[in-house]
């Protein structure tokens, strides 16, 4: 398998900065998703990084290091619209099923 | 708009029966997914689909079946073979899988399944 890894629950204070983790299997893999849940919806995509290092896309951010099978995603200025569950999924383009989904990690901001 | 759909978003069983649920794509994507959430846990792979008339099975296919007969469609039956059918089931579609990457997955809003 893949072996995701990621933390189960995160608490963290509204206006606050929060860093997910997530490691995974580096062979075959070519890039990781970053997905948001909201509790009863679908998953929709925050990121995608292929390379070595950190893409800024407004409050969020994502890092990756292929060489470590390393991730974080980095949520910076929390609201209270940000609990949600955060699915880590790295990218396999030699298997036929493309993504294997992490089991998330629930994030609750408090206010 | 284009996008994905799936009906009903809740839907109620009696045990022993089964039921088809749907789930239609107009984004012109080759391949479409099928996974079950249970509570507080991540996605598991159904089923997935790469080309028309074509499917495979994913982690947990036992007790389901899947039908691939238009690009547009990709139906999930959950069969009575299933032991805990209640779960959160989500259909996915991604451009074709041959071509390189990357895929992002667009998801429908999902429909509940509660079979008592």
């Known amino acids: 398998g893949q072996n995701i890894d990621q933390p189960t629950e995160m608490t963290a204070t509204e206006g606050a900065i929060v860093q997910i983790n997530c490691t995974y299997q580096?062979?075959?893999?070519?890039?990781l998703f970053w997905y948001q849940q909201h509790a009863g919806e679908a998953p929709t995509f925050l990121s995608y990084?292929?390379?070595?290092g950190l893409e800024e896309k407004g409050r969020f951010s994502s890092f990756l290091s292929r060489s470590k099978g390393y991730s974080y995603l980095l949520l910076k200025e929390l609201q209270m619209k940000d609990s949600a569950s955060y699915l880590c999924?790295?990218?396999?383009?030699?298997?036929?099923?493309?993504?294997?989904f992490g089991s998330g990690t629930q994030l609750t901001v408090l206010p | 708009d284009g996008g994905i759909t799936q009906s009903p978003k809740y839907l109620f069983r009696k045990e022993g029966q089964n039921v088809t649920l749907s789930c239609e794509q107009n984004?012109?994507?080759?391949?479409m997914y099928w996974y079950r959430q249970d509570p507080g846990q991540g996605l598991r792979l159904i089923y997935y689909?790469?080309?028309?008339?074509?499917?495979q099975k994913g982690d947990i296919a036992e007790g389901y079946s899947v039908s691939r007969e238009k690009k547009e469609s990709f139906p999930l039956t959950v069969t009575s073979a299933q032991k805990n059918p209640t779960a959160f089931y989500l259909c996915?579609?991604?451009?074709?899988?041959?071509?390189?990457?990357?895929?992002?997955?667009?998801f429908g809003p999902g429909t509940r399944l509660t079979v008592t």
């Open positions: 984004l012109n994507h080759d391949a």
């Open positions: 990084n292929v390379l070595d």
């Open positions: 996915a579609s991604s451009i074709d899988l041959v071509s390189g990457g990357p895929y992002e997955q667009y």
């Open positions: 580096t062979s075959g893999f070519n890039g």
């Open positions: 999924a790295p990218h396999y383009p030699g298997s036929a099923r493309q993504l294997t």
């Open positions: 689909s790469q080309i028309v008339n074509d499917f």
